[in-house]
């Protein structure tokens, strides 16, 4: 750190961005944990479609003077129970729903920026993130919500487990775990819905997406593969937080970047040591 | 043998679209190691379907006892590929323990499952649904990909689990297994 300029860590530890770091800190932590089980779940394209259908809630809510948490969430919850609809549906049918949502999301949002002026800047905040601007009712929310998917999670951990390794466990007890499924959902959905608002689509949906991929490749058990999926997140979070203000370049591109070449990195390594 | 049975079924005809088994009626007491035996195709497995709730029962009847705890371990274990999910983790998660376990799979509670042999999966979903908190166990199957030592091994942990009060209902093509373990067995016909 001798070497580092001045000015530099001036920037890092500005207490203006102490509240954007710690709400992207929470996201770091919790999508790579709820990402852990959306893909045991195999269900890793409805998370873009609800962070899509999340951004395109907020500036609906934007447009109507409401707060862009509120549409968010509505949103993202709406796409949830559409997506619970489909749950008994084959595989096929499941994914090609959770396509058209992605594709709805994408056309409000699209069709309102091209529209409207004031949804012009907000979209672009949405899908590039605006971690840096994020204030003390976001960090909040997140926290709140953390605090909500933790407990929630420690309920719903061995059900989505039990469901899938052995799918008939609930059945055969006379039980359903479609409640559990459905829950689960309106956490992702939640999740995806606060995450996009701060640090943007991609990067949220990348943030659930890419560290369980890595942690699913080199983990040995279930509670490793968790721990190392937050790791990694954590990790990319802190290097894309701390380059994007250094290099004054937005924070979401910059977290999926990062974490894409995480993810290559690993494949790479995982050949080169013969494990694939 | 208890009175009261565990299960009882009475002139059941299960299917899907169409009945695919029956009419068929049995009893399944605590203690006991029921078969059923018959062929591929005579709805062995969608009986157990029908016992789960996830076949469609198109005449008779389904009794079980107030409060029953089925365990049911299915024919072919779920797409498990890519999952860092252990061998101890998978038996602790029906809540069986990991203590009677043969040798050649105590030594590997720490491999990821998709690390094991089929015969060593196969032996670990059967265990963990055998030794699972359950009344009652539905085996479909259970000697599929097991070799001569893992079905010896699996005749003992049956007997020892019937005597310790739990009703088994095994289905199996495999006659000679069937007429090892079983106290009575139901044949069902090739027809249906």
Redesign the interface.
């Known amino acids: 750190m001798n070497g580092m300029n001045p000015g530099v860590l001036d920037i890092l530890f500005d207490p203006l961005f102490a509240e954007p770091f710690a709400t992207g800190l929470i996201f770091a932590v919790l999508l790579p944990l709820l990402g852990c089980y959306l893909r045991?779940r195999d269900e890793w394209l409805a998370a873009l479609a609800f962070a899509q259908t999340a951004a395109a809630g907020s500036l609906l809510a934007m447009l109507f003077g409401l707060p862009l948490a509120l549409g968010g969430l509505a949103a993202a919850g709406l796409a949830a129970g559409l997506k619970h609809v489909f749950e008994g549906a084959a595989r096929g049918a499941q994914g090609a729903a959770y396509a058209m949502l992605l594709l709805l999301g994408w056309g409000v949002s699209v069709l309102l920026v091209a529209n409207l002026p004031l949804a012009e800047r907000m979209g672009h905040a949405l899908f590039d993130g605006q971690l840096y601007f994020t204030d003390r009712a976001h960090l909040a929310a997140a926290g709140a919500f953390a605090a909500l998917a933790a407990f929630a999670l420690r309920g719903l951990s061995?059900r989505l487990?039990?469901a899938?390794?052995?799918?008939?466990?609930y059945?055969?007890?006379?039980l359903s775990e479609r409640r559990a499924h459905f829950a689960f959902d309106l956490l992702i959905a939640g999740a995806l819905a606060l995450a996009t608002m701060s640090v943007g689509v991609m990067g949220a949906f990348a943030m659930i997406f890419v560290p369980p991929l890595i942690?699913?490749?080199?983990?040995?058990?279930?509670?490793?593969?968790v721990l190392l999926a937050v790791g990694c997140g954590v990790l990319a979070y802190l290097a894309a937080f701390a380059l994007a203000l250094v290099l004054d370049q937005p924070f979401g591109p910059l977290l999926g970047l990062l974490l894409v070449a995480a993810g290559v990195g690993s494949a790479l390594l995982r050949r080169l040591a013969g494990h694939d | 043998m208890n009175a009261l049975p565990l299960l009882e079924i009475e002139a059941l005809t299960a299917g899907y679209a169409r009945p695919v088994v029956g009419p068929l009626s049995m009893r399944l007491g605590a203690g006991e190691i029921l078969g059923v035996a018959g062929p591929n195709g005579c709805g062995k497995s969608t009986l157990l379907a029908a016992l789960?709730?996830?076949a469609r029962v198109f005449s008779g009847r389904v009794c079980k006892r107030a409060g029953l705890?089925?365990?049911?371990q299915?024919q072919n274990?779920?797409e498990?590929g890519?999952?860092?999910?252990?061998a101890?983790?998978?038996i602790a998660?029906?809540g069986a323990g990991a203590g009677g376990l043969p040798p050649w799979l105590a030594s590997r509670l720490?491999?990821?499952l998709d690390r094991l042999s089929g015969g060593q999966l196969q032996f670990l979903y059967l265990w963990?649904?055998l030794q699972a908190p359950a009344d009652a166990v539905?085996l479909d199957e259970p000697t599929n990909n097991l070799d001569p030592d893992g079905v010896a091994f699996l005749e003992g942990a049956l007997r020892r689990r019937a005597a310790e009060g739990a009703g088994l209902l095994v289905v199996s093509h495999d006659a000679r297994f069937v007429g090892a373990v079983c106290s009575r067995t139901v044949r069902l016909g090739g027809s249906g």
């Open positions: 045991l061995r487990l039990l899938h390794f052995f799918p008939d466990f059945r055969a007890r006379g942690a699913f490749a080199w983990a040995k058990s279930w509670r490793r593969s | 789960t709730g996830s705890r089925l365990s049911l299915q274990p779920p498990i890519g999952v860092p999910f252990n101890g983790e998978l998660l029906t720490g491999e990821r963990a649904c539905l």
